[in-house]
């Protein structure tokens, strides 16, 4: 009960004090869409995402429901107790499908688990939405019957890349040598992520790649890891994490070793410590990719879908991301304070 | 000359492990440059200490026969518990220590009720502690709203992170862990009950001594030192994060079995699960000065463990 009441509350203040910046804000990713629509009725939106434990997918939450209370809709958000509970996300779509919404939002926590559901819903003529994670890929829409009508997301491959920019930038001419610490090995962001690493160093022939190391999303391991590559390469310049985790334990090797001045670390995220990091001086920049207007876009591709507007070519998404370092970091907080469940303590 | 003798069969336990590491040693002053070199020796033990912490508790409970699936689950809420208690505190001393305390009565709560699932509703230690882990962790992730605690005050980093002359405090605090197991598990009555009852149980009920208050013990000493590394691990990264520890159960398992303590009980070295940490620390400091590619850490690491378990059954074996 407890827990609903601080949702309430979270939701009431975001909705004070967002749709202003929303609207504000909303030209930035509106371009790809075109119009809104006004919706011609009240409609009804079903939303699953993965689990509602974290930052996250809380921030999502948020923004569809305030997309939906800036539209005039009604939206339903569901989610599964955690990220392990595969087959209890599949059963509550189960029942969302006999709820008979006018579109679907999901976000499946595996490729996999909601194939069946999804199915059923293409069946019924529901349109669905994928947003962020996990992707439905054509093929498997294909060989199982589904028909996804776009999938919103953030491009992994960029924001690594953002993030390689931004060290080259930092670093200057002189350059040197530079790493990345990689997720769990065949995770698929971790892959996408060192995708987009490889691709961007190799871009900077400054920069000199000595290779990628598996973090596992694990701080102390990405600890170790650090260490004992400072240890191989004492000319290391930059180590690029595959999220904040990975970098703040990077960050913390570099400065067990005495490295500070030497060795630039960057991240991916925008958690809240990466963020208090930033801001005191340690780590040199994170990306944030505004989980919070890949809802509000998801609505909003909703009501185009409704309302026959929607470009049915657009199969894919995908929306815009920021390097936030210690030049824009007060001012990124101050805008997007009200939007972001971890910033509201800065 | 007994002493001699006692000293010679002593090393000869642990021949197999001492092999591998003098061997993986040789490998890597040839092919890695860095190698051989202070400061990685000091990373080394920077990077087993919190491993090796759960696994002399590990060993005493798979001494008893018995497993302890918890440890992992329980280093994330303590770390959890101690950071946030801190952080409500005034900056000092005085709450630091307050930290430690809360963090290590938690640690040794969960080993209590682990033993009592255990002693007093019979229930498997595997199962008992499985429940645990997995509850262990979703209390964790709700305390925390499953965010990250970070920015510890100064008086708590420095009791377990920093140096101590040329050593760093988390290798301290696992040599002091170490010598109070070998201390527990060879000169206290714990340590010999343990081993009585992992070799057979009944034989020691019908003896007349209470099985059960031995177990609880063990157990309770096994949730205080997750507690400790909870502690230790916390002030090395400036943050506690509820989804910390996490498979740390099975590095610990995997360390007290290639250092020779048996599964089934009966049997258990500190000295040898020490070994065991070290092999492993090696091998993964290995991987990375090598360069070796990300997807083949996991198969050399598998490899190397079932190894030495190979060596040590053999040993075993032979000398039986």
Known sequence: MKKH???????????????????????????????????SKEYRIGVLVKTLINDFWLDLANGYKDAAAEYGVKVDVYAAPSEGDILVQKQILDDMIAKQYDVLCVSPITD?????????????????????????????????????????????????KSAVEFVAETLGEEGGEIMHIMGLPGNPSAEERKQGYLEAVAEYPQLENIGVWPGDWDRKKSMDVAADVLQSH?????????????????????????????????????????????MDGELLCTVAFFQYQTAYTAIEVALQILEGTFDESNKQLKLSQEVWHAGNIEEKVETYRSQYTGLKDF | MMKFIKHSTFWKNYIGLLFAIILLSTLLTLT??????????????????????????????????????????????????????????????????????????????????????????????????????????????????????????ENFLN????????????????????????????????????IAIGGNERCVEVCGINVNKYKM????????????????????????EPIAGNLYELDAIAVVVMGGTSLTGGKGSVIGTLLGAL???????????????????????????????????IQSKSSS
């Open chain 2, 217 to 240: 013990i063990v157990y309770a000493i096994s949730g205080s030192l997750a507690a400790i590394s909870g502690l230790t691990l916390t002030s090395m990264m400036n943050a506690a």
């Open chain 2, 32 to 153: 890695a440059s860095n190698f051989l070199d202070t400061a990685n020796f000091v990373n080394i033990g920077n990077q087993i200490a919190i491993n090796l912490i759960i696994a002399v508790g590990m060993t005493i409970v798979i001494t008893t026969g018995g497993i302890d699936l918890s440890v992992g689950a329980n280093v994330a809420l303590t770390g959890i518990i101690a950071a946030s208690v801190l952080k409500k505190l005034e900056p000092g001393l005085e709450s630091a220590m307050v930290s430690i305390f809360v963090g290590i009565a938690i640690g040794m709560l969960i080993g209590i009720i682990n033993g009592t699932l255990i002693t007093r509703l019979s229930l498997p230690p595997f199962i008992a502690t499985l429940g645990m882990m997995i509850t262990v962790r979703g209390v964790a992730l709700i305390y925390s709203n499953g965010r990250v605690v970070y920015g510890l005050h």
């Open chain 1, 234 to 278: 004492p000319n290391l310049r930059a180590i690029i994490g595959a999220n904040d985790t990975i970098a703040l334990g990077a960050l913390q090797a570099v400065k067990n070793a005495g490295k500070e001045d030497q060795v630039v670390v960057a991240g991916v995220d925008a958690i809240p410590d990466a963020i208090r990091s930033i």
């Open chain 2, 159 to 194: 009791l377990f992170s920093g140096f101590y002359g040329p050593i760093p405090k988390p290798i301290v605090v696992a040599a002091v862990v170490c010598i109070l197991g070998i201390f527990i598990l060879n000169k206290t009555i714990v340590g010999r009950y343990a």
């Open chain 1, 112 to 160: 996999t688990n909601l194939l069946s559901p999804l199915k059923k819903a293409t069946q019924q003529g529901i349109p669905i939405i994928n947003v962020i994670d996990s992707y439905i890929s054509p093929e498997a829409q294909e060989k199982h019957g589904i028909e996804i009508a776009t999938f919103i997301t953030t491009d992994f491959v960029e924001h690594t």
């Open chain 1, 5 to 39: 009441v601080s949702l309430i509350c979270i939701i009431l203040i975001a909705l004070m004090g967002v749709v202003a910046i929303a609207q504000a804000e909303q030209s930035k990713y509106s371009p790809v869409l075109g119009e809104i629509p006004t919706p």
């Open chain 2, 279 to 313: 092999l492993l620390g090696i091998v993964r400091n290995g991987l990375n000065l090598m360069q070796v590619q990300p997807y083949y850490h996991q198969l050399v690491t598998g490899i190397i463990i079932l190894f030495s378990v190979v060596i040590n059954s």
